[in-house]
């Protein structure tokens, strides 16, 4: 059964304080991992897919890299706009649907 | 990016109504669309995958004849919660899928069902 964690559950920063979101997965054949960005009462947003370890996709202040096992999202010099829930899913060979994780709750403080 | 509407973004009904939540993709063909559930502080439950022009495929534990959907067409995929209960009060969210972008899903805004 394909399975997705997430750490950690809730994550407080300082503007401008890097840090990182893993997501870690089993999944029988990857066909893509998936990271979204959620706002409360809002649908998720789309973020990145990564394909294959050792890939690695940046938009703006956010950089998301894949391992075999688990795939990290960077975060640089956060801003207060990026507090937000991240969610990472994957999708494995055997069918089209996503299985999500329980998602990052990040609060990035001014 | 590909576009989703979702509509109603709220609704409140009685207890025993039925509610239908419409999802578009708006500049896209969707071959697949998903439904999910979400509750407050939880992760995206999947509830059902609509293919355009077929039965809807539910998972386990979701009862069909409660939530009905239809997808007529490759812009159109509709839920219908029949008979709500004040249970059923919810976040439901819609998504879609293209055949020709690697997969990704598109959400909706999202759909806040609350029964009285």
């Known amino acids: 059964e394909d399975q997705v964690t997430q750490s950690p559950e809730a994550l407080r920063l300082q503007e401008g304080e890097s840090s990182s979101l893993n997501c870690s997965y089993t999944v029988s054949g990857l066909r893509g991992l998936f990271w979204y960005r959620q706002d409360p009462g809002k649908g998720p947003e789309f973020l990145f897919t990564l394909y294959s370890a050792g890939e690695e996709k940046e938009k703006e202040r956010l950089k998301a890299t894949l391992t075999k096992k688990e795939s990290f999202l960077h975060i640089t010099a956060p801003k207060p706009e990026d507090s937000a829930t991240y969610l990472c899913?994957?999708?494995?060979?055997?069918?089209?649907?996503?299985?999500f994780g329980p998602g990052t709750r990040l609060s990035v403080l001014p | 990016g590909a576009v989703v509407s979702q509509h109603p973004s709220w609704v409140i009904c009685k207890s025993g109504t039925s509610v239908k939540i419409e999802c578009r993709s708006l500049?896209?063909?969707?071959?697949?669309m998903f439904w999910y559930r979400q509750f407050p502080k939880q992760s995206l439950m999947l509830m059902a995958t609509?293919?355009?022009?077929?039965?809807?495929?539910?998972e386990q534990g979701v009862e069909k004849d409660k939530f009905l959907i239809n997808h007529a067409s490759l812009t159109l995929s509709t839920l219908t919660v029949t008979s709500a209960h004040p249970e059923d009060s919810s976040f439901y969210i819609c998504s879609a899928m293209t055949g020709s972008d690697k997969n990704i899903q598109y959400f909706g805004a999202g759909t806040r069902l609350s029964v009285l």
């Open positions: 609509s293919n355009e022009g077929s039965k809807a495929t539910y």
């Open positions: 899913a994957v999708q494995g060979n055997y069918g089209q649907n996503f299985v």
């Open positions: 500049d896209f063909q969707a071959t697949t």
